[in-house]
């Protein structure tokens, strides 16, 4: 089971009044995340601080269509504090590449999971993915097995790779994984995550990451926020791309 403060949350997500997220408050995110980043002594690539004008630049039209950068999503249920994730994305190949030989078949994140902030059940057509305690405090992920209709089976036991050892754990067990741990993940995992006792610095690395077809969640929930413009962007969202670039 979630902490019950985060699925009474979770659940009233769709009952309640809801309210876009102000650019205002994705600034302030930004700004707080990068300052989190930071003080693990970890350094973002230059493009991450490009403004929106630069980012139109034609020289980085990569950029936009690998879906690299910043990310920041309440899934659409604006109420980011209780469920929501900080993303950027530092490298990407391309969906159209899988398959081939010699081709960028990689994606990397960085990404803050606040205390007790749920991103939500979910699990992906093609990705493989290891997630990566980078630091802070504890990582809990609540995992299932799919079914073979791509559902969740409630009664299945999960079996995982953490760091190299499997791991077996029930149904809807909870791995934790201290600073440093990693498990990966894959198609038939399905999984979601929180931090414990604070927030939490969390690397991936996965093959081609498509956060625009590749997600499936368990409850009718979106990828990316709705945004209120009460302010100009600091920096654009890859969700931002295709109506600002």
Partial sequence: MLPTA?????VSATITTRHPMKRSRINDILREGD????????????????TPDALKASDHSEI?????????TDYGAEKFDEMGLFLFTTRNGLNSDLGKKSAMLYAEKIMISRENQLSPMHR???KVEDIINR??????????????????DRDAD?????????RNLPAGGHLKLAPGESVSLFPNNW?????????????????????????????????????DEDEAPLHLLVSDYDTHL
């Fill in 124 to 126: 992906h057509n093609l």
């Fill in 191 to 227: 999984h979601a995550f929180w931090g414990e006792g604070g927030d939490v610095l969390i690397g991936e690395v996965s093959t081609v990451n498509d956060d625009m077809t590749d997600n499936i969640f368990e409850q009718p929930i979106g990828r990316f926020s709705n945004i």
């Fill in 64 to 72: 936009k269509a690998r879906r690299m950068g910043w990310d920041i």
């Fill in 6 to 10: 985060v699925s009474l949350v979770y």
């Fill in 158 to 166: 999960v079996s995982v790779m953490v760091d190299g050892t499997v």
């Fill in 135 to 152: 630091g802070g405090a504890t990582l809990v992920i609540e995992l299932f097995m799919a079914d073979a209709d791509g559902g969740i």
């Fill in 35 to 50: 300052a989190f980043i930071r003080s693990f002594g970890y350094t973002m690539p230059p493009f991450a601080y490009l």
